[in-house]
Nanobody
Framework: QVQLVESGGGLVQAGGSLRLSCAVSGRTFSNNAMGWFRQAPGKEREFVAGINWSGSSTSYADSVKGRFTISRDNAKNTVFLQMNSLRPEDTAVYYC???????????????????WGQGTQVTVSS
């Protein structure tokens, strides 16, 4: 059974940093695209960052460009999201996602991902 488990969320002051991790078990995801999404109360889930299978290509939502960095360690089946210069509007539940098959490109829509973690809360205070 495939499981994606996020960790690293928490409460941080505006301007601070957090590093989220997503550990995948049950199968290897070294050939799959991975992504981070977030959902704030009353809002739809939105794309934050995505990375292709090798880590050579990444994509970011405009709202996080220059502040967030996605990376992956295929040997450890883990994806990371480094979040710097956090703002109160970054407050949300952050979800890790992976595609179901071999995917060479970076994917930015929820419909393209087959596996999801349970989410980790990130709260940024002003």
């Amino acid at each position: 059974q495939v499981q994606l488990v996020e960790s690293g969320g928490g409460l941080v002051q505006a301007g601070g940093s957090l590093r989220l991790s997503c550990a995948v078990s049950g199968r290897t995801f070294s050939n799959n695209a991975m992504g981070w999404f977030r959902q704030a109360p009353g809002k739809e889930r939105e794309f934050v960052a995505g990375i292709n299978w090798s880590g050579s290509s990444t994509s970011y939502a405009d709202s996080v460009k220059g502040r967030f960095t996605i990376s992956r360690d295929n040997a450890k089946n883990t994806v990371f999201l480094q979040m710097n210069s956090l703002r109160p509007e970054d407050t949300a539940v952050y979800y890790c996602a992976g595609t179901g098959g071999k995917t060479l490109a970076v994917l930015t829509t929820t419909q393209r991902y087959n596996y999801w973690g349970q989410g980790t809360q990130v709260t940024v205070s002003s």
